[in-house]
């Protein structure tokens, strides 16, 4: 039985916005997409050292075995 989730990814993107990739994962799981959003602006206030034109934050469902390769930021 998986254990529904919900995660931050960070994406580091392109001018254009169309080519991102996953750069982190937030290490707290979040209850909700909506807890998730919420917790963005803050998440990405952060960020100031990741080398890409565009930094975003995507909330989405995962498994509770996904988290182990999560990478703390901060």
Do not use: H
């Given at each position: 039985?998986?254990?529904?989730?919900?995660?931050?990814?960070i994406l580091g993107c392109g001018?254009?916005?169309?080519?991102?990739?996953?750069?982190?994962?937030?290490?707290?799981?979040?209850?909700?997409?909506?807890?998730?959003?919420?917790?963005?602006?803050?998440?990405?206030e952060k960020l100031t050292d990741?080398?890409?034109?565009?930094?975003?934050?995507?909330?989405?469902?995962?498994?509770?075995?996904?988290?182990?390769?999560?990478?703390?930021?901060?």
């Amino acid at each position: 039985m998986y254990e529904a989730l919900i995660i931050m990814a960070i994406l580091g993107c392109g001018d254009d916005g169309n080519q991102c990739q996953t750069v982190q994962r937030v290490s707290a799981p979040y209850e909700t997409v909506a807890a998730c959003r919420a917790a963005a602006p803050a998440v990405l206030e952060k960020l100031t050292d990741l080398a890409y034109p565009s930094i975003v934050a995507d909330c989405a469902r995962s498994t509770k075995g996904q988290l182990a390769d999560a990478r703390p930021i901060g």
